[in-house]
């Protein structure tokens, strides 16, 4: 057992941060939570939530106060936009006596990222996860209204990483011994097509799921009318029409540095199988 640390866990409303604050406390660490929004904020008991903005950083130096580790994301707002505030939230780190950083890796070049890199002193750890399992919740809406997923280049291969093994690399990394300097990429266990994708989940509510596969321009009408910008539709192109070998490669990262198996799209699927369900209108008494 590691010695009980304080960690500031930075995007902790969010698909992944949310799974690093449980991952730190089912190890038995204290944890402190950033959200620009603490009333709005839903997170565990016992977890310090407090309010700051990372495109703020001034607002940080409170929240930095008795952390001796932190886990960063790299964006700061609305699609992911990148943080041009890297070395103003390093600094004060290091001052506040931050000595373990853990960085999720947006898939781009970041300054925030080069500062942890550069910062003298702290043992950094890049986290560069493939595509989140918690993708398949965008699925939803179409297969609770009409049991139906509507995608382009179905049989497109992903070794899909489940948020919580993200989470507990990020935990082990934030607060033991060993892994300073390293980028982790983190996969599941096994690689899926959209079909097998599909499956999973079905079997997981008890209910078929039909998969009808787009053309390329349908999917862009689709995502344009979801009113994604056009940059991030290129970006969906490029990712799901020729997905890098890094994406549809299966790695032994989670289980090297955590101990356990990476968790399997079944078992997440059986996690959020009501999220796949359709509720029961309630009846009037
Ligand atoms: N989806 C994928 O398949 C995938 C794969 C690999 C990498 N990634 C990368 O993962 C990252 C997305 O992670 P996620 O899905 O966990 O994010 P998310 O669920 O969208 O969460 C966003 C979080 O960021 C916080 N936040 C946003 N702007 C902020 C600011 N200015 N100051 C402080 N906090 C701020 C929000 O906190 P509050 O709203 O509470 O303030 C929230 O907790 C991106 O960098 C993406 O490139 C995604």
């Not at 580790?69 to 699609?79: M, N, Q, R, S, V």
Request: hydrophobic share 45%.
């Amino acid at each position: 057992m590691t010695q009980t640390q304080k960690i500031l866990v930075t995007g902790a409303t969010g698909t992944v941060g949310r799974q690093v604050v449980a991952e730190l406390l089912a190890r038995g660490h204290a944890v402190r939570a950033l959200t620009r929004d603490a009333a709005r904020a839903t997170l565990p008991a016992g977890v310090e939530v407090v309010q700051g903005d990372l495109t703020a950083p001034d607002s940080m130096i409170p929240a930095l106060e008795g952390v001796t580790g932190l886990h960063l994301i790299t964006f700061g707002g609305a699609y992911f936009a990148p943080l041009e505030t890297g070395p103003r939230i390093l600094e004060p780190a290091r001052a506040a006596g931050v000595r373990r950083v853990t960085v999720l890796h947006g898939g781009g070049p970041s300054l925030l990222e080069d500062a942890v890199r550069a910062a003298d002193g702290v043992d950094w750890t890049v986290l560069m996860p493939v595509e989140f399992m918690a993708n398949a919740l965008e699925w939803a809406d179409g297969i609770v209204a009409s049991d139906e997923v509507r995608e382009p280049f179905v049989s497109r291969l992903s070794a899909m990483v489940h948020e919580g093994d993200i989470g507990a690399v990020a935990a082990v990394a934030l607060t033991e011994e060993g892994h300073a300097g390293q980028e982790y990429v983190i996969t599941g266990p096994e690689l899926l097509t959209v079909g097998d994708k599909v499956a999973t989940i079905a079997a997981a509510r008890g209910r078929d799921i039909s998969l009808v596969e787009l053309t390329e321009e349908q999917a862009v009408a689709q995502w344009r009318a979801a009113g994604h910008p056009e940059d991030v539709i290129g970006f969906l192109l490029e990712a799901y029409g020729n997905t890098p070998e890094v994406g549809r490669t299966v790695l032994d990262t989670v289980e090297k540095v955590t101990g356990h198996r990476a968790r399997t799209f079944a078992k997440w699927s059986a996690e959020h199988a009501d999220a796949f369900t359709a509720t029961a209108p309630a009846v009037m008494a």
